[in-house]
């Protein structure tokens, strides 16, 4: 304990560790201590001198850092003794199930419940009040285990203060604080708190240790059966802790390149950033490849433009080595963000999910939360999966016709059918189109009628919601006829009997205007519909039968033709009309009807 103000001071410390007995340490005090300062501030480099700062990697990966590291979290204490809730905790007992409000990694486990116990630690799975802290993994309970400062504490204690919790689902965390805690027998108040990150990290911050006895307290993570755990401190072996102090675990990162099979990223593609002139797109099960690049200062966006017809999708980023962040967008310009994954540290994956997810134009940006410079190209690897949207899985059509021939504005044509393609009967015409969100794009193809007669248009597609437009050629003229059945990606047949002798237009579209953001694909075909045979036309009314033997009578069932002629159909269903012949001598007998 130094009670005065020191510019430098050498002392030696002899200990036995392990098998190595006597080992001496030597330590130089370099930093400014205020007088009175029962224990130095994390702050005062000097004390933390021959320390570790930094531990792990465990057998899962976990590594842990606290704030006298050069790169370790920051102090930053969230009161929450005016906002959380508090707990009533006895001596050596334990609060819960209290659910987090968030799926929680823990090594590898999913947690969305924890366990708060009296002695200074959370578990998850069960609770428990064992007061013999342990060098972790130890597979003494409790186990699947966080100790923030495992010690025999007594919340139940008259001089106690009080234990809370914060379930933040909102900003993805969830906090615990002992405020004024005695440790068992003691007076001596201890305030902490234990931050759980839905990226999976965890942060512990020490307000208040004053002389707190670090022999008998153990810091550190253990997994659920107890095979893996790290340990910071164990009864006064390895770390230390002061007042206004943090430490910080984290999970292991996949700080390696992204092996991406996909397509590659094509710059620019910079969306809003460049008032929509440039972008990449991205279609249902599919995978873009691209990189980010930063200077210091400097954020790098990827845009990538995305036509939704239903359904739920799954957007997934596979990063390399930056924190990436992850959003979905309205395409017009400041548009909403719908969805948004940014939870996970440096190097990990981010992902988020939207069920039933509106139809439309969207953008999926991918991003470096700026708070490291991204200095040598950092692969990613973008995904979207889709469930119950019509164009998820679909192949790429095949055409083999003729090629469309631009411009085909038909009515849009200034003058008006000053420009249109030709389609002849028989004929296939492989198109494409493409249009910004609030645009249509409408090929025309002319035709004629010579005669009377039934015609058909089939049109096969890619991924995008065709429709069929048949009109007359006038320049002013009207729609005859239009079809918009079939969902996005299927394909649109237009049949319209009795076609007169004249001129046409057929003209074929997108459905709607949210935009086609790259060029589809499509394979018109003109056919025609052989008219069905009137099974009336070889109608001949054989008249009435006139014969002395013939009788009529009422039978079971019956029916009886309205005498109107075939086109009239059947009066009185459901009845059979019954004829009674009496022959005279043996005969030949033909009947035909």
Do not use: K
């Amino acid at each position: 304990q130094l009670l005065a103000t020191t510019t430098a001071l050498t002392f030696t410390d002899s200990f036995s560790q392990g098998s190595q007995a006597d080992v001496t340490y030597t330590y130089t005090v370099t930093a400014q201590f205020t007088a009175g300062e029962s224990t130095p501030s994390a702050g005062d480099t000097g004390y933390w001198a021959g320390t570790p700062t930094f531990g792990g990697p465990d057998a899962f990966g976990y590594t842990w850092r606290n704030s006298v590291d050069p790169v370790g979290p920051d102090y930053e204490w969230t009161d929450i003794s005016a906002t959380g809730t508090v707990l009533i905790l006895s001596d050596d007992s334990f609060q819960g199930p209290i659910e987090l409000g968030f799926t929680f990694p823990f090594y590898t486990e999913f947690e969305t419940q924890i366990y708060i116990g009296s002695n200074g630690f959370l578990t998850f799975g069960t609770g428990s009040g064992n007061l013999s802290n342990q060098n972790l993994p130890n597979t003494t309970l409790p186990n699947n285990l966080i100790a923030t400062f495992w010690d025999d504490m007594n919340p139940g204690s008259s001089s106690s203060g009080d234990v809370y919790y914060l379930a933040d689902a909102e900003n993805g965390r969830f906090i615990v604080q002992f405020q004024d805690i005695v440790a068992y027998a003691g007076t001596v108040p201890f305030t902490f708190q234990t931050i759980l990150d839905a990226s999976g990290s965890i942060t512990m911050m020490y307000e208040d240790v004053n002389e707190a006895d670090l022999s008998q307290c153990t810091i550190g993570i253990e997994n659920a059966d107890a095979s893996i755990g790290l340990t910071a401190l164990f009864d006064g072996t390895g770390a230390n802790i002061g007042d206004q102090m943090a430490y910080v675990f984290l999970p292991p990162s996949s700080c390696e390149p992204v092996e991406c099979a996909g397509i590659a990223e094509q710059e620019p593609n910079e969306g809003w950033n460049d008032n929509n002139a440039s972008w990449n797109s991205i279609q249902c099960d599919q995978t873009r490849c691209g990189t980010i690049l930063a200077a210091p200062g400097e954020t790098d966006t990827d845009w990538y433009l995305y036509t939704h017809f239903g359904g739920d999708i799954t957007v997934t980023l596979d990063v390399s080595d930056f924190n990436g962040r992850l959003t979905l967008r309205e395409q017009a310009v400041g548009g909403q963000i719908v969805a948004e994954a940014n939870s996970l540290p440096r190097c990990f994956d981010e992902a988020f999910s939207v069920s039933n997810l509106t139809g439309g134009a969207y953008y999926i940006v991918v991003e470096h939360t700026g708070d490291a410079d991204v200095l040598e190209p950092a692969t990613y690897a973008l995904s979207v999966e889709c469930s119950g949207d019509p164009c998820s899985g679909h192949q790429p059509i095949e055409c083999v016709g003729t090629g469309e021939v631009e411009p085909n504005e038909g009515w849009n044509a200034s003058p008006p059918n000053s420009s249109y393609g030709t389609i002849l009967r028989g004929q296939t015409i492989c198109g494409s189109t493409w249009a910004n969100a609030g645009q249509r794009d409408m090929d025309w193809y002319h035709f004629t009628q010579t005669s009377t007669d039934t015609v058909s248009f089939t049109c096969l597609i890619d991924a995008f919601d065709a429709a069929l437009f048949l009109t007359d050629f006038n320049p002013a003229g009207s729609i005859l006829a239009e079809v918009n059945n079939a969902p996005a990606c299927a394909p649109e047949t237009l049949v319209y009997p009795n076609l007169p002798a004249g001129e046409y237009f057929i003209a074929i579209g997108h459905s709607s205007f949210d935009g086609v953001p790259e060029a589809q694909n499509y394979a018109l075909a003109f056919g025609s519909v052989a008219q069905p045979e009137d099974p009336c036309d070889n109608y001949v009314d054989v008249g009435n039968f006139h014969d002395i033997y013939t009788v009529v009578r009422p039978a079971p069932s019956r029916v009886h033709h309205s005498g109107t002629g075939c086109p009239g159909g059947i009066s009185s269903p459901g009845l059979d009309e019954v004829t009674r012949l009496v022959l005279s001598q043996v005969t030949d007998l033909q009947v035909t009807l």
